[in-house]
């Protein structure tokens, strides 16, 4: 598959996904549904990883740090509330590097950064099969 057809796909999918979900980022999300959406988001971007890692798309980079961006989010608490997603753009003040984030270095503690390792490395294995063996859980 082309990288230009590999992107109107991953696009595609992601409307699709969206559409069924009901998904609207204005809306105020409710626990089970906002879960549920969120998860069908990201098992939809890794199927595609997958399959476009396996016969060598570079788009598979693209869909695979969505997918696992969207999981990091999840330990961070400028994108959960009280274990509920957070509806994008209403936190954005609190994301990222801005002046009072708290998504800094010192808002992340040693046991955050070993949960998102973990996360990352059981998408990255469960993507390629392979062990990641990157000496980051020192």
Excluded at 8 to 13: G, M, T, V, W
Excluded at 70 to 93: C, E, I, K, Y
Aim: aromatic share 6%.
């Amino acid at each position: 598959m082309k990288s230009a057809d590999g992107q109107k796909e991953c696009i595609r999918a992601a409307r699709n996904v969206s559409r069924r979900a009901g998904l609207t980022l204005r809306q105020p999300a409710r626990p089970a549904s906002a879960i549920a959406r969120r998860d069908a988001w990201v098992a939809q971007n890794m199927r595609l990883a997958k399959r476009w890692y396996a016969i060598g798309d570079p788009l598979w980079i693209q869909v695979f740090a969505q997918a696992t961006h969207t999981m990091v989010d999840s330990t961070s608490a400028a994108h959960m509330q009280n274990g509920v997603p957070l509806a994008w753009p209403s936190n954005f003040r609190e994301h990222g590097d801005l002046p009072g984030t708290i998504e800094s270095e010192a808002n992340t503690t040693r046991d955050i950064r070993m949960q998102n390792i973990k996360i990352i490395r059981q998408m990255w294995e469960s993507m390629t099969g392979k062990k990641l063996n990157c000496g980051c859980d020192k």
